[in-house]
């Protein structure tokens, strides 16, 4: 399976049932990481990366194949460095969707609805398109 035949697996979900467990685990085994919104303030990261990013009407968050960078409030030279070694995903709030993301990051796309309207276009990647 490929990151697009995963997408079209997880299209057309409603909000609060986008991916089950044995889906997470598979998206694991194959390197995928998949990324949609929850809320109106929450990123959520599940498959080869689980995790999640407070993101109250939208900003950009930092990956790499270690999981999401948090950096520090300084903006040490460290922090600096290890957000020009990441990928960026920028969270967008309420264009078309409530969520949808924007990245460099090779992807494809699903949607997911609540309610019949729009809810988010999450992304699938391949984990190793981070290094």
């Given amino acids: ?34 990324v949609f919104g929850y809320s109106d303030d929450v990123v959520i990261f599940e498959g080869a990366i689980s995790d999640e990013a407070g993101c109250y009407e939208g900003r950009e968050i930092y990956i790499d194949s270690n999981g999401i960078f948090e950096g520090c409030e300084c903006e040490c030279k460290y922090s600096i460095l290890a957000k020009e070694k990441a990928k960026a995903i920028e969270a967008i709030w309420g264009k078309e969707y409530s969520w949808e993301y924007k990245t460099s990051i090779p992807h494809e796309t699903f949607e997911i609805f609540e309610d019949g309207e729009k809810y988010c276009r999450g992304i699938v990647f391949d984990i190793k398109d981070l290094t």
């Fill in 1 to 34: 399976m490929d990151i697009k035949e995963f997408a079209n697996l997880l299209s057309g979900r409603q909000y609060g049932k986008e991916i089950t467990k044995e889906e997470e685990q598979l998206a694991k085994e194959f390197g995928f990481v998949v």
